[in-house]
């Protein structure tokens, strides 16, 4: 039989085929099957922001910050060694003595800065005989300020006499120190009136005095009115 080899060789090609292809199989690793992914979670971009809290206002400390203070209030007068001055004298020469010597201009602002109320005060004629016993000032800057805040006395005693009339000495010459400046204004006649009430009441030589200043000095008007009427009424 002439085909019997083909059939054979045919048989064993099936053969090796078959074991060839069952043996691939095999060996092929079975994949595991898929576990179900997990559902992906937004990113922090996708997730709706929080609402911004307002920083908490920072806490001053005591220790570390302090309101600052308006400086006080300074008062109008100074104490020097238990002595009342007029303060704005005081820093005035403070100032001019700070550039050297105090000369005339020098002086004639001291003497301004006393005028800048109601006539030159008891305390301003202090302080500024203050300024000439303590600030270094030239010659003329000095008689400058002399003749307006010394007034001689008139003696000794308690009475005085101008002319022929007998004063009060003492108020005689308190109203001298007044119209240094040139004049007595009301102002100065209502202390003049009130050194007159200093003791039980204005007596006739404290009258005879006043009388006298309204001859002898620069009396201004509305002063002169107020002194009359007081001594009219007395």
Same mark, same amino acid.
């Given at each position: 039989?002439?085909?019997?080899? /083909?059939l054979i060789?045919?048989?064993?090609?099936?053969?090796?085929?078959?074991?060839?292809?069952?043996?691939?199989?095999?060996?092929?690793?079975?994949?595991?099957?898929?576990?179900?992914?997990?559902? =992906?979670?937004p990113?922090?971009?996708?997730?709706?922001?929080?609402? =911004?809290?307002?920083?908490e206002?920072?806490?001053?400390?005591s220790?570390?910050?302090?309101?600052?203070?308006?400086?006080?209030?300074?008062?109008q007068?100074?104490?020097?060694?238990?002595?009342?001055? =007029?303060?704005?004298?005081? =820093?005035l020469?403070?100032?001019?003595s700070?550039?050297?010597?105090?000369?005339?201009?020098g002086?004639?602002?001291?003497?301004?800065?006393?005028?800048?109320?109601?006539?030159?005060?008891?305390?301003?004629?202090?302080?500024l005989?203050?300024?000439?016993?303590?600030?270094q000032?030239d010659?003329?800057?000095?008689?400058?300020?002399?003749?307006?805040?010394?007034?001689?006395s008139s003696?000794d005693?308690? /009475?005085?006499?101008?002319?022929?009339?007998?004063v009060?000495?003492?108020?005689?010459d308190?109203?001298?120190?007044r119209?240094?400046d040139?004049?007595i204004?009301?102002?100065?006649?209502?202390k003049?009136?009130?050194?007159?009430l200093?003791?039980?009441?204005?007596t006739?030589?404290?009258?005879?005095?006043?009388?006298?200043?309204?001859?002898?000095?620069?009396?201004?008007?509305?002063?002169q009115?107020?002194?009359r009427?007081k001594?009219?009424a007395?």
């Amino acid at each position: 039989m002439d085909y019997l080899p /083909y059939l054979i060789a045919g048989v064993v090609i099936l053969v090796l085929f078959f074991a060839f292809s069952g043996g691939t199989e095999k060996s092929k690793a079975v994949p595991e099957p898929e576990q179900p992914s997990e559902p =992906e979670q937004p990113s922090q971009l996708e997730q709706p922001s929080e609402p =911004e809290q307002p920083p908490e206002p920072e806490q001053s400390s005591s220790s570390t910050i302090r309101r600052s203070k308006s400086p006080a209030k300074k008062g109008q007068y100074i104490q020097v060694k238990g002595q009342r001055y =007029e303060r704005s004298i005081i =820093e005035l020469a403070d100032d001019l003595s700070a550039h050297g010597t105090i000369d005339t201009n020098g002086a004639k602002r001291l003497w301004n800065e006393a005028l800048d109320g109601n006539g030159v005060t008891d305390v301003e004629q202090r302080t500024l005989q203050h300024v000439v016993r303590t600030y270094q000032m030239d010659s003329a800057a000095k008689a400058f300020l002399c003749s307006k805040t010394e007034v001689q006395s008139s003696g000794d005693g308690y /009475y005085a006499m101008v002319g022929n009339t007998k004063v009060d000495r003492a108020m005689w010459d308190s109203i001298g120190r007044r119209a240094n400046d040139g004049k007595i204004d009301l102002a100065d006649a209502k202390k003049i009136w009130e050194d007159a009430l200093d003791g039980p009441g204005v007596t006739e030589t404290e009258k005879r005095t006043i009388e006298k200043a309204l001859e002898n000095f620069n009396v201004l008007p509305a002063a002169q009115k107020f002194l009359r009427g007081k001594l009219a009424a007395f």
